[in-house]
């Protein structure tokens, strides 16, 4: 027996099966976005979808992100032919609805889709308490480096990209971001008028989720 | 019921497994050469077993019995019956179950064949193989049952993954991987089966296993080929090879694999490199688990997306107890496992194996690091990079095109020491055969290096081994009298190795031309036409005639009817089309691909107006590439010409007595 051999051989195999091991609690797909901690891209795109009762813009209308400083805006890339945009229709319509009379903007961005379509899937779900804008030619979606649909992105009141969510969003993830959010502003507000950069917790926050949703790939 | 009877034989047979691999040692060790019958037995057991269990989990399928997880996972009422039937492995649980039919299959198959052989070395390979499938029925019963009990029973599933029932080649490719993949164990086992048994210096092990091991080489290459051509026909995208990491994983053990083959002449010649063939093979094997176990645990990103669990722990660990246990082996042995022989000139076919194997095992570890890259980028750094083609087309292009003249010199050379004047007339006509190919190349408007090396050398492989056809076949001619077929003939079978090699040179050679021009002289071109436009590409015209729809059973078709032109005459038609199916959002593109001698016209729909009033078309010139195919079936000819009993063999095999004797009458390379 050769035990020199055999020592250097397993010494040689041991790290790859470390490295191995510890591969298998890494998800590869979950690339993360370079974009939270950053300031959002800008955007001025027309409405296309009102929205309802207080939450309404009028179609037609040019919603700027320069125009919705001091709020925070939770910005949702959707199509009516996304099917995990469903599962957070709900959702997203509702906390919408609760945070009325709060500075806070839910927009909905509509990816390579032609408006009559998205309109007729918001009725079909039942409305969307607030307004979608069209975006053609995806041009938002790629400065967003949109990746697929649903994607969620949660900028703060100065416009930086807090976080972002892959997939369908859950009430608690919205609430969760929202709220503090909207905490970091006001304390930033109370602590100087103008609010400095560093107090927003994007630091804590600039994680991805994973990546649930039905856009795993296509098998061969 | 179905369910039971398949879980159960699942069971049963791991218990068989476990016991049949433990009993012989015991066996051994007592010296009860009668108990090593009931380990052969288990092996015949467990065949039976899981081949019910394979059986059982068809019907299940063809049954539309759904209250079996698999059956709802992947069936379907509307799925036609044939795709029904493939779909066993079409996700994991049930290519699980067919792995281990399959090694069931050939258990049985090598156990039968030397049930006679004395010794200890078969008794070993046998257990060693059992445990081998005891892993495999480990995974049926955790984390890749594909029997378990759904509750309750729906009435319909979802079918098969669109892509893999648009293309009847998803009947053919995944079948010959994994009997290419699977029929490795049987080598490895023997490997391990001689280092148990004290038998390693001697070369039982490698004579016992030859055909075996060609056997697996031939379906994996085969599988390797089939694989491309179904991307090519099935993803749209005009391409069959992508380095992709699955791609990658079936390449890596055939790099190992092709490197063996040759290795091993030169052990069975001339005593040498005997600690290196082992190596190989127990490489092989263990990069055959690797590549499953990348591909299946989702370690590594790929275009394929397959389930993920906690599949992934177990492959690991079998990975680690056979490298452990391996490498002891191994380690354990190597005193024993000498050179006999020593390396006589600079110019013979040994020192050429040896470059050959030195290339070929930076390959396999070229592709295998470029693989694993990011994994060891993300561990180290923590950054996620992805390696792509540029990587792997740099590095491998040069090692292709040496291993190319390499496949010249090998045949050229004889054994020991190469006379000069004899050696000139080998290589004369592929010298001859190269430079033309390489002028016809520049000719054609190659200016790339390698490409025109590629021709080169590919024409140089080409002459030299075909030379050694006629040459042969000559001097039986003079000898003999014999009409020059017949002597061809004579001489093939006489020596089914040595030339069942130079048919798949040969082969490999075609490959090589079709990948070179179709990487070299390929023009695409994409346009928007409205019905009566044309489009020309490489001066091959297509007509828009009209698009159209259609209902099938399992999907709704979209097709548009293009017209190949020659004139003003209509000399053909081509319909690429768009499969949707119910449970994708995409749809699925399925190209038309029209074959001729000088290569493909490859069409593929990319977009239509829903009035049909116009369409968007992609039309490549893919020159050569059906000589991949076509030289994937001579690879095969020659894996088969090679695996081929003689009759010599068949002869001595009736006389068990001098096992030793027959193979040294084997025709040798």
Not at chain 2, 27 to 56: C, E, Q
Not at chain 2, 317 to 333: M, P, W
Request: hydrophobic share 50%.
């Amino acid at each position: 027996m050769n035990w020199k051999r055999a020592s250097i051989a397993a010494a040689t195999a041991a790290p790859v099966i470390g490295l191995f091991a510890w591969g298998l609690t890494r998800d590869p797909n979950n690339i993360p976005s370079p974009l939270p901690g950053r300031q959002a891209p800008a955007f001025a795109l027309a409405v296309f979808s009102p929205g309802q009762g207080r939450l309404t813009r009028p179609v037609g209308d040019t919603v700027r992100l320069a125009d919705l400083k001091g709020k925070v805006v939770v910005l949702n890339f959707w199509a009516s032919w996304c099917l995990a945009c469903r599962d957070e229709h709900a959702a997203l319509s509702q906390m919408a609805a609760t945070y009325e009379g709060k500075p806070v903007q839910f927009l909905g961005v509509l990816y390579n889709d032609v408006p009559d379509k998205g309109m007729a899937w918001i009725s079909e779900m039942g409305g969307q308490s607030y307004p979608s804008v069209d975006d053609p030619g995806a041009r938002v979606a790629i400065d967003y480096g949109l990746y697929g649909v649903p994607e969620t992105f949660f900028l703060d009141a100065n416009g930086r990209v807090a976080y972002k969510n892959t997939g369908p969003v859950t009430p608690g993830t919205v609430r969760l971001k929202v709220d503090s959010l909207m905490a970091a502003a006001q304390s930033a507000a109370s602590v100087t008028p103008s609010a400095t950069p560093s107090s927003a917790p994007s630091g804590a926050m600039a994680k991805d989720t994973s990546r649930p949703s039905a856009k795993a790939g296509s098998a061969k | 019921m179905t369910r039971l009877v398949a879980s159960n034989a699942i069971l049963v047979a791991a218990a068989v497994s476990a016991l049949g691999a433990l009993l012989t040692p015991i066996a051994i060790h007592k010296g009860r050469r009668d108990w090593l019958m009931l380990s052969y037995a288990a092996v015949y057991t467990n065949f039976v077993l899981v081949t019910l269990a394979t059986l059982a989990l068809v019907w299940g399928l063809v049954s539309h019995d759904f209250s079996i997880s698999y059956v709802a996972q992947v069936g379907s009422r509307a799925t036609p019956t044939f795709y029904t039937i493939i779909s066993l492995w079409g996700a994991l649980e049930g290519s699980i179950v067919f792995w281990a039919w399959v090694l069931g299959m050939y258990a049985a198959a090598v156990v039968w064949f030397n049930r006679h052989r004395e010794g200890n070395l078969v008794p070993y390979a046998a257990a060693t193989i059992l445990m081998v499938a005891l892993f495999f029925h480990i995974l049926l019963i955790g984390p890749a049952n594909p029997f378990q009990p759904v509750v309750p029973v729906p009435f319909d599933g979802p079918g098969p993954n669109p892509l893999l029932q648009n293309h009847i080649l998803m009947a053919v490719h995944p079948p010959l991987l994994y009997l290419g993949y699977v029929g490795f164990s049987v080598p490895f086992a023997f490997a391990v089966g001689a280092m148990l048994a004290g038998e390693v210096a001697n070369d039982d092990w490698i004579r016992l296993t030859r055909r075996w091991t060609l056997v697996a080489w031939g379906f994996l290459s085969a599988a390797i080929i089939a694989g491309m051509w179904w991307s090519y026909e099935v993803l749209g995208w005009g391409g069959y090879w992508a380095w992709d990491p699955v791609e990658n994983a079936s390449f890596i053990p055939w790099l190992t694999a092709t490197a063996y083959l040759h290795s091993v002449m030169v052990q069975e010649r001339r005593g040498m490199l005997k600690l290196w063939n082992l190596n190989l093979m127990v490489g092989t094997f263990v990069l055959t688990i690797l590549g499953t176990f990348l591909t299946r645990s989702g370690i590594i990103s790929s275009v394929h997306a397959f389930t993920q669990g906690t599949i992934g722990y177990f492959f690991l660990a079998f990975i680690a107890v056979v490298l452990l246990a391996a490498l002891i082996l191994v380690a354990g042995n190597s005193d024993k496992l000498g050179s006999e022989g020593r390396l006589d000139a600079p110019l013979s076919r040994e020192t050429a194996f040896l470059v050959q194997n030195l290339f070929f095992t930076v390959f396999m570890f070229t592709v295998l690091i470029g693989t694993l890259f990011p994994l060891v980028a993300e561990a180290v750094r923590g950054v996620k990079v992805s390696v792509g083609t540029p990587f792997f087309n740099r590095m491998s292009v040069p090692l292709m095109v040496a291993l190319l003249f390499l496949m010249g010199v090998g045949p050229a050379l004889p054994w020991k020491k190469a006379a000069g004047a004899e050696l000139k007339g080998r290589v004369l006509p592929g010298v001859v055969v190269g430079v033309l190919l390489g002028v016809a190349a520049l000719l054609g408007g190659a200016r790339n290096g390698y490409a025109v090396l590629a021709y080169v050398f590919a024409g140089f492989a080409l002459g030299v081994n075909a030379a050694e056809f006629v040459r042969g076949a000559n001097a039986r001619v003079k000898a003999h009298g014999e009409l020059w077929v017949t002597a061809l003939m004579r001489l093939v079978s006489a020596n089914r190795r040595r030339y069942g090699g130079y048919v798949a040179h040969i082969g490999v050679v075609l490959v090589a031309l079709g990948v070179a021009s179709s990487a070299t002289f390929k023009t695409e071109q994409e346009a928007t036409l409205k019905p009566g436009e044309t489009l020309t590409v490489a001066g091959r015209t297509v007509r828009f005639k009209n698009a159209w729809g259609r209902e099938e059973k399992q999907r709704q078709v979209i097709g548009a009817t293009m017209e190949l032109m020659s004139g003003s005459r209509v000399v053909g038609i081509i319909e690429p089309r768009m499969n949707y199916y119910p449970t994708q959002q995409q749809p699925v593109p399925t190209p038309e691909v029209r074959s001729m001698l000088s290569g493909d016209l490859y069409l593929n729909l990319m977009a239509f107006k829903q009035d049909g009033s116009n369409i968007t078309v992609k039309v490549i010139w893919e020159p050569l590439v059906p000589w991949i195919w076509f030289g994937g079936l001579v690879v095969c000819l020659g894996a088969i010409i090679g695996i081929w009993p003689s009759r010599e063999r068949q002869a001595s095999r009736s006389g068990s007595a001098n096992a030793a004797a027959p193979p040294m009458t084997e025709g040798r390379a």
